[in-house]
T-cell receptor, first 114, second 115 residues
Framework: AQSVTQLGSHVSVSEGALVLLRCNYS??????LFWYVQYPNQGLQLLLK??????LVKGINGFEAEFKKSETSFHLTKPSAHMSDAAEYFC????????????FGGGTRLMVKP | ETGVTQTPRHLVMGMTNKKSLKCEQH?????MYWYKQSAKKPLELMFV???????ENNSVPSRFSPECPNSSHLFLHLHTLQPEDSALYLC??????????????FGNGTRLTVT
């Protein structure tokens, strides 16, 4: 069985500061890992995905995530936060080949202070 | 425009009403999904339709009934709902065999309030 834990349901950073959103997973097989972002009143949008190629994955809007098998982690980072990054972020894991039966974490709401 | 369109965006219904949520995808995908997003809970997969096969989460009550007439349209029929069913219902689509290179594409959701 697979599961995802996102530490911190709320994270607040100042504009220009480093963004770090944590995700740990459990999976019985090599996983596919995803980060999605949800802006207010919208659905989820794919930020980036890990598919067993490079362990450092770059996504849209300057975000990146690093897969660390030894730590079973897939933390999301961005060097400098922008006000427009304020949203809810979801980490998800999939074990099936199609990568579409996802298990989501509880989400982390990112707040960016001016 | 996300490629996945959900209607209505907002719905308020009483516990004795019958209503339906509609989802349409314009991406040529062959798998569609219903997710439930409740406050303070992880997204919950309710149903999957792919290549005319249906997979369902056994914990979903029978008062939710999906229908997928073709690969582009998905409905969620609602009847005798409970207040705890109030949530954001998200539709998504993907290519079933596309692998992680074909991730889920979500609609903007229907905000359902049961009174």
């Amino acid at each position: 069985a697979q599961s995802v834990t996102q530490l911190g349901s709320h994270v607040s950073v100042s504009e220009g500061a480093l963004v770090l959103l944590r995700c740990n997973y459990s999976s019985s097989v090599p996983p596919y890992l995803f980060w999605y972002v949800q802006y207010p009143n919208q659905g989820l949008q794919l930020l980036l995905k890990y598919t067993s190629a490079a362990t450092l994955v770059k996504g849209i809007n300057g975000f990146e995530a690093e897969f660390k098998k030894s730590e079973t982690s897939f933390h999301l980072t961005k060097p400098s936060a922008h006000m427009s990054d304020a949203a809810e972020y979801f980490c998800a894991v999939s074990e099936n080949n199609a990568g579409n039966m996802l298990t989501f974490g509880g989400g982390t709401r990112l707040m960016v202070k001016p | 425009e996300t490629g996945v369109t959900q209607t209505p965006r907002h719905l308020v219904m009483g516990m004795t009403n019958k209503k339906s949520l509609k989802c349409e995808q314009h991406l040529g995908h062959n798998a569609m999904y219903w997710y439930k997003q409740s406050a303070k809970k992880p997204l919950e997969l309710m149903f999957v339709y792919s290549l005319e096969e249906r997979v369902e989460n056994n914990s979903v009550p029978s008062r939710f009934s999906p229908e997928c007439p073709n690969s582009s349209h998905l409905f969620l029929h609602l009847h005798t709902l409970q207040p705890e069913d109030s949530a954001l219902y998200l539709c998504a689509s993907s290519q079933k065999k596309g692998g992680p290179n074909s991730p889920l594409h979500f609609g903007n959701g229907t905000r359902l309030t049961v009174t």
